[in-house]
């Protein structure tokens, strides 16, 4: 069958579920036949170092990349799942040529007009999808180092946006800005106490 071969296809993957604040992002990734980067595993299992480096050489080593992000504000008019599909739809529409098939890490996998195949773990054990993580966390990554400069005080740089004590520290003392997520529920009972705060 044709695309049948999944040693061919693409990576999909994307990054940034969990943080309150910054874009979801997601990379396709079409690498090229023995590519021969070696250290290919999950981003989340790598330095910054190691994904700036191996990010390098997977953009020599890939016959496509594309990079989608996807703002707060449509995250919080889709919500965070039908958000990451759609990124993901779009990450793989993007590559030309087109791949004959693409591989998803997760449960779940976007329409796509290819061959599709979603699986738990693909960014462990697909050289391709863990290409696409890595690809992804550093441009990421990258955005939120410069919205620290934009937002200061919020720790950006640090936590990339995830809920730690630091970032809902700041939240409490400064108050959500442009780029948090207002449907999430640490931002949203933050904006409600700023609301009773105010008598409306």
Excluded at 56 to 77: F, G, L, N, Q, Y
Excluded at 143 to 160: C, D, N, Q, V
């Amino acid at each position: 069958m044709a695309g049948s071969n999944r040693a061919e296809w693409a990576g999909v993957d994307e990054v940034g579920r969990g943080p309150l604040a910054g874009p979801l992002v997601a990379a396709a990734v079409w690498l090229v036949p023995d590519h021969g980067i070696q250290g290919l595993r999950d981003s989340k299992q790598l330095s910054p170092a190691q994904r700036k480096a191996l990010s390098a050489k997977i953009h020599s080593a890939s016959r496509a990349i594309a990079i989608v992000t996807i703002s707060p504000e449509d995250i919080d008019r889709l919500n965070i799942h039908r958000a990451t599909l759609w990124a993901m739809q779009q990450a793989a529409e993007a590559l030309i040529p087109v791949p004959p098939g693409v591989l998803v890490d997760g449960l779940f996998a976007p329409t796509l007009s290819i061959a599709v195949h979603a699986h738990i773990r693909a960014d462990e054990t697909d050289p391709p999808v863990s290409a696409a993580s890595i690809v992804a966390k550093h441009y990421r990554d990258q955005l939120m180092i410069g919205y620290e400069r934009a937002y200061p005080g919020y720790g950006f740089s640090r936590h990339k946006g995830y809920p730690t004590a630091v970032h809902l520290a700041a939240l409490d003392s400064l108050g959500p800005c442009a780029i948090h997520r207002k449907s999430f529920a640490p931002v949203a009972a933050r904006i409600e106490e700023s609301r009773q705060a105010r008598g409306s």
